[in-house]
């Protein structure tokens, strides 16, 4: 029989923006995926730079991996995409929902950017619920799991999944759900749909935010959110989450690097087009939101 490979999986924690980017790998190919890269960015200065992109650059390198794939679980409002820096460094295609066109007309009317397509044509890939695609010989399923965006998927390889922002860790919760086309009702939907895998899932998180005297984890497993999830565990129905989520959500300041992270990953990662000067702009609407 042919052999059966199982992913190499590689994660890095960034604790400036508490992001974790997982390097997936198939060990009988060397094939290779980066999730939910992170572009360094200095709100102060407005400066980018490259040091948390170039580790998984490093990785890649030491272990002989030829990159197939840069994923996006959803256009992140708490950190830039170093997508666009990897794939001219490393090849491979920037990937994202569909649902991304949606995400791509609100803000363009934020920003009033007229340069923006919003097509998804910035995007190599724009992947549909139930698509399936290949890192070297392992078989990756693709699962919409909107709430937090409209636009925010879920990877599964076989015993892991890959979920983006959707759940936290257990004693932290679930994501919020009041930026634009969120929605909490349609996120409770998307956990318990992800909560449906079997009970031995290992669920990748892309973020972490632990409590005093806990370390930075971001592995954790469906019988485990089942079981222990503050927001979500068992037991707790649609309208108690939802109710919860709102209220939530109320309390919540926007992250600090919504207003740049947002302009710069629904182009997948690449900045606005620089102006007359040679020099790229991130707006700031003043007011509106």
Not at 50 to 61: E, G, K, M, N, V
Not at 232 to 253: N, Q, W
Request: negative net charge.
């Amino acid at each position: 029989m042919p052999a059966v490979s199982t992913p190499t999986i590689q994660s890095f924690f960034d604790p400036a923006t508490f992001t974790v980017s997982h390097v997936v790998s198939d060990p009988l190919t060397s094939r290779a995926a980066i999730i939910d890269s992170v572009l360094d960015y200095d709100p102060k200065s407005g400066r980018t730079s490259h040091a948390s992109a170039d580790r998984l650059i490093d990785y890649l390198t030491q272990q002989r991996l030829q990159l197939d794939w840069l994923l996006e679980t959803h256009a992140h409002a708490d950190h830039l995409s170093a997508s666009s820096y990897l794939k001219e460094k490393l090849g491979g295609k920037v990937a994202i929902g569909r649902p991304i066109c949606a995400v791509q007309a609100v803000f363009k009317k934020v920003f009033n950017a007229s340069d923006l397509d919003t097509s998804g044509a910035d995007f190599d890939q724009l992947f549909d619920d139930g698509d399936s695609f290949r890192i070297g010989e392992l078989e990756v399923r693709v699962m919409q799991t909107p709430g937090h965006t409209p636009a925010c998927l879920t990877f599964v390889i076989d015993a892991d999944a890959f979920i983006g922002d959707t759940l936290f860790m257990p004693d932290y919760g679930s994501a919020r759900c009041d930026f634009p086309g969120g929605d909490a009702a349609t996120l409770y939907r998307s956990i318990r749909k992800i909560l449906a895998l079997p009970a031995s899932t290992r669920l990748h998180l892309c973020h972490d935010y632990p409590p005093a005297g806990r370390e930075p984890a971001w592995v954790t497993s469906v019988a485990e959110q089942r079981e222990k999830n503050i927001h979500v565990h068992d037991g707790i129905d649609e309208p108690g989450f939802v109710s919860m989520r709102e209220a939530r959500d109320k309390t919540l300041a926007m992250p600090v690097l919504i207003l740049p992270a947002v302009q710069v990953n629904i182009r997948a990662g690449k900045l606005p087009p620089p102006e007359d000067n040679g020099v790229s702009y991130l707006k700031i609407p003043v007011n509106l939101l």
